[in-house]
């Protein structure tokens, strides 16, 4: 706030030139079915996290494609590596192995 | 886009306009934000061009802004449009001119409402007889002042003294062009160039010799929206509007922006100095914000208008940097010098922004 009585607020805006697409290629050739993920949120619903973390897989990826990896990492630090996504996820990704695999490539620490 | 693709666009999206012989309604804010604005295109339309625009004291408002502030219903609305058409059939005219975008829409959205519920135009015939005793008749064409400059674009560029060049460099100037939302996105047939990628503005810029900045925000609204700012708690909301526009243009550093709406140039030329306050970020070069014009007055401007004629000093953005480019002689003594050369006073000048 300041003398006008209102203030700005950040845009939403997702510049992609300056995102980090390295890492993304990285984990591309490490787990190719990331690129499967059609964001249906499935995971999302069947996640045992989810009722009292941030847990969002679907999230992560975009925020991955986005080239934002701390907010991915937000999304991915309170799995538990159960798999109950793994077996619901329509496009059949193994999504517990993703996880691991995406911790790996940007050097999340668990 | 590319241009082949946008002119393929503009092709698809074509309206006819009369010749001659306009009923002309001003709008109610710009007379006060931009006060030579409509004097202008009256100027340049009955002086130069030579066609028969007719305007009358006796029509009001259309009721656009208390319309979409939710003050008065849609039937009152369309009441006091019938009442500004009964106007137009008093003089004997066919040919509906609106100096404003708010306006054009409004006049549009009724004239779609009267042809998909003609019970409703019955009812509004019926309330405008109760209220003034008044009968009116559709108009045969509706155009917004902005599609007669555009149309006749190319005689104004024939009679120009200046070009939208950069006397310096030799290149065209950069211009951002701005639409009003209600021009087009609301019924894109109802616009030059369509809603996506409208060419009222940018035929103008392109026939006075100016290049158009395709920029990724082009099509976001300028931040007035109404609501968002009329309610003070909301006014974040319409300065980040604006802000998010002008950071999406700065990479492209435009010379000048060119509007045709009422509250757009205002919010473009206001904010910038706000903005300034709040962050400390201008977006013109050295410490200048980027002038913003009406299109009236760069029409006023490259066929040689006195700047000072043009209310070039009510603009927050100081005009000089612009004048300066194209060569645009002005004399900064007379600034602030009114009819007669009576003092109009000098205003404080902000602090942040040049």
Redesign the interface.
């Known amino acids: 706030m ?10 939403s ?1 997702i510049n992609l030139d300056n995102a980090d697409k390295i890492k993304f290629k990285e984990l591309i050739d490490l787990e190719p079915d990331v690129l499967k993920c059609m964001a249906c949120g499935s995971c999302v619903s069947s996640c045992s996290a989810v009722n009292f973390t941030n847990s969002s897989l679907r999230s992560a990826i975009l925020s991955l494609q986005n080239g934002l990896p701390e907010k991915a990492y937000e999304y991915l630090k309170g799995c538990m590596l159960c798999g109950k996504c793994t077996m619901i996820c329509p496009r059949g990704i193994n999504t517990r192995r993703l996880i691991i695999s995406i911790f790996q490539t940007y050097n999340f620490k668990k | 886009m590319i241009y082949e693709g946008k002119k393929k666009i503009w092709k698809d999206y074509q309206k006819e306009i009369p010749d001659d012989h306009y009923f002309y309604v001003r709008s109610c804010i710009r007379q006060t934000l931009f006060p030579a604005s409509e004097k202008t295109f009256l100027d340049i339309t009955r002086n130069k061009l030579h066609k028969d625009f007719f305007e009358t004291e006796h029509h009001t408002t259309c009721g656009g802004i208390a319309y979409h502030s939710d003050v008065i219903p849609q039937e009152t609305v369309m009441t006091i449009i019938a009442r500004q058409f009964a106007l137009m059939k008093k003089y004997g005219y066919e040919n509906y001119v609106c100096s404003c975008i708010t306006s054009f829409g409004l006049y549009t959205e009724t004239l779609e409402t009267w042809h998909e519920f003609p019970q409703l135009q019955e009812k509004t015939a019926e309330n405008l007889w109760k209220s003034c005793k008044l009968e009116f008749t559709k108009p045969k064409y509706l155009a917004h002042s902005s599609d007669i400059i555009y149309k006749f674009r190319n005689l104004i560029a024939e009679q120009a003294k200046y070009k939208l060049i950069n006397q310096y460099t030799g290149e065209p100037l950069k211009v951002v062009e701005h639409i009003g939302c209600h021009y087009s996105k609301m019924f894109p047939s109802k616009g030059f160039g369509g809603a996506e990628y409208p060419y009222v503005l940018a035929g103008m810029i392109e026939a006075w010799g100016g290049e158009v900045v395709d920029y990724p925000e082009r099509r976001h609204c300028c931040g007035f929206g109404f609501r968002q700012y009329l309610v003070k708690a909301n006014r974040g909301y319409s300065i980040s509007n604006t802000h998010k526009k002008f950071e999406s243009m700065e990479p492209f550093k435009p010379d000048m922006i060119i509007t045709n709406c009422p509250g757009c140039p205002y919010f473009l030329d206001r904010w910038q100095y706000a903005i300034a306050e709040m962050e400390g970020k201008t977006y013109g070069e050295n410490g200048h914000g980027i002038p913003v014009f009406t299109y009236e007055e760069v029409a006023g401007l490259v066929m040689g208008y006195n700047p000072w004629d043009l209310g070039l000093q009510n603009h927050q953005i100081g005009t000089e940097i612009l004048l300066d480019k194209i060569g645009i002689p002005y004399d900064p003594n007379m600034k602030y010098k009114g009819l007669n050369n009576k003092d109009l006073g000098i205003p404080e000048f902000p602090s942040c922004i040049k």
């Open positions: 300041n003398k006008f009585g209102y203030s700005l607020s950040p845009a805006v």
